[in-house]
């Protein structure tokens, strides 16, 4: 039972256009929301996260943008850069919980 | 640089031989974690050590065991490995405060061990 789930497997967006990624989890205990990255034979590296008291956070050219009625996130990247080009993880957890539950990640391509 | 290092990077074993991934830290961290990651799939969390306390998933199979023998250090071991124990193994750290304000952190990722089994 897949709690946190991305639909696109693979974005592909223009060097400085927009990227949006999207996420969406079902469980409404869900309170604390972020974003990872990974670059081929690395592990995944913190990006970005949001609070449920909040419905957008930035940080540079990344924005997390947070609908907790549609139980929905997003992250925004502008302007797009080559480098990226990685595996974006959206993951989530709960209140006293230590616990990540991730999304199966979608992998954007920025081409040059 | 403070880091989260994961040994050895391929791990190959044969189907039934015991096998241990290492994982260590140099960030003074108090909680680690290990995931399992298949092939297109969400890294899905096995246990991790609270301090010494260890937390088990309810899922998690019991050929899948750990320890930690002290902060630095973790080890997963699987006791008889099956052909659908092929995964990356990840280990994460984080610095976590108790009760409500665990999850809050964010948590650092190894560069994960992938094991085959033949």
């Known amino acids: 039972d897949q709690q946190v789930k991305q639909n696109s497997p693979s974005l592909s967006v223009q060097e400085g256009r927009i990227s949006i990624l999207n996420c969406d989890y079902t469980?409404?205990?869900?309170?604390?929301f972020l974003w990872y990255k990974k670059y081929p034979a690395e592990g995944p590296t913190f990006l970005i996260s949001?609070?449920?008291?909040?419905d957008k956070n930035e940080d540079g050219r990344f924005t997390v943008f947070l609908n907790k009625s549609a139980k929905h996130l997003s992250l925004h990247i502008v302007p797009s850069q080559p480098g990226d080009s990685a595996v974006y993880f959206c993951a989530a957890s709960a209140s006293g919980a230590n616990n990540l539950f991730f999304g199966t990640g979608t992998r954007l391509t920025v081409i040059p | 640089d403070a880091m989260v290092i994961q040994n050895p990077r391929y791990q190959v074993t044969q189907f039934g031989k015991p096998v241990t991934l290492s994982c260590s830290q140099t960030?003074?961290?108090?909680?680690m974690y290990w995931y399992q990651q298949k092939s297109s799939q969400a890294p899905k969390l096995l246990f991790h050590?609270?301090?010494?306390?260890?937390?088990n998933e309810a899922d998690t199979p019991d050929n899948f065991q750990s320890r930690r023998p002290n902060t630095s250090f973790c080890f997963l071991d699987i006791r008889s490995p099956g052909l659908g124990d092929a995964a990356m193994y990840l280990c994460?750290?984080?610095?976590?405060?108790?009760?409500?304000?665990?999850?809050?952190?964010?948590?650092?990722f190894g560069p994960g061990t992938r094991l085959t089994v033949l």
């Open positions: 949001i609070s449920s008291i909040k």
């Open positions: 050590y609270y301090d010494k306390d260890f937390n």
């Open positions: 994460a750290t984080s610095r976590e405060a108790s009760g409500s304000l665990s999850g809050r952190n964010e948590q650092f």
């Open positions: 469980n409404s205990m869900f309170d604390y």
């Open positions: 960030l003074n961290h108090n909680v």
